[in-house]
């Protein structure tokens, strides 16, 4: 029992130091070794891990490595799937990074990117979509499901992602599966603290789009809420919040 609760302990320091310090914080065999954990998740990777890099000849080696001849590691095909999938899925990040890093969306027609994003949804979800100063699309994702609220956790969540992304622009979209894409009086009230807070760290929030089915409304463009107000009404909200 003492061994394994050192070496439960071990992992977890390992997964610490990656997620305080970084993968560059890792000699190669250490970020192997790390990589190995969720495939081998009742023993010690280390040996393995020294074992193929010195065998191999380097990490990136590892995983080109073909399954024919990891399996003479005795490795189970759990295992090389695992070892596959990393260069696959860096390829395929790659690929989607390139394509969305050259994707600049038309600020002025939201609800054109937005519509076909909640295609066939039945609950409610909302989405964020974060911009550079150029208007490249840096983050497009649900950050909520269920009912849209104005909690401070909600909008922590985005303030959080805009500045981790290093945002410029932000907007925010969501869904009324079975009503009217017509804001609410939550969901305007949500969207003005939205704005606010992100005003607060130099983002700005370009729209609030509501969709449902083939619908959608955008608030900025009906001027709703904080997008129909002056300088005063944002400093009395900014006050209040």
């Known amino acids: ?75 189970s095909d759990y295992l090389i799937t695992h070892i596959k999938l990393m260069p696959d899925m860096a ?19 939201l609800c054109k990117y937005f519509q076909p994003l909640f295609f066939g949804k039945t609950e409610e979800v909302m989405r964020l979509l974060l911009l550079d100063k150029k208007c490249k699309v840096i983050y497009s994702g649900v950050i909520s499901k269920g009912s849209v609220n104005s909690t401070d956790v909600s909008i922590r969540k985005i303030c959080e992602l805009a500045l981790y992304y290093n945002a410029k622009y932000a907007a925010i979209a969501h869904n009324h599966p079975s009503g009217l894409a017509k804001p609410s009086a939550l969901d305007i009230d949500c969207t003005n603290k939205v704005f606010v807070a992100l005003q607060l760290i130099s983002v700005k929030l370009l729209d609030h789009v509501i969709v449902a089915d083939d619908d959608s409304v955008s608030m900025a463009i009906s001027g709703m809420g904080i997008f129909g107000k002056d300088v005063k009404d944002l400093f009395k909200i900014i006050l209040d919040y």
């Open 1 to 75: 029992m003492a061994n394994q609760n050192t070496h439960d302990g071990h992992r977890q320091r390992m997964r610490e130091k990656y997620l305080e310090h970084g993968i560059e914080s890792f000699k190669q065999h250490e970020a192997l070794e790390l990589f190995l954990f969720y495939g081998m998740p009742y023993k010690d990777t280390n040996p393995m891990a020294h074992k193929l890099i010195k065998d191999f000849g380097s990490l990136s080696a590892v995983f080109d490595a073909p399954p024919s001849l990891l399996r003479e590691y005795g490795l």
């Open 91 to 109: 390829r395929l990040y790659m690929i989607d990074k390139a394509d969305s890093d050259n994707k600049t969306v038309d600020t002025f027609n």
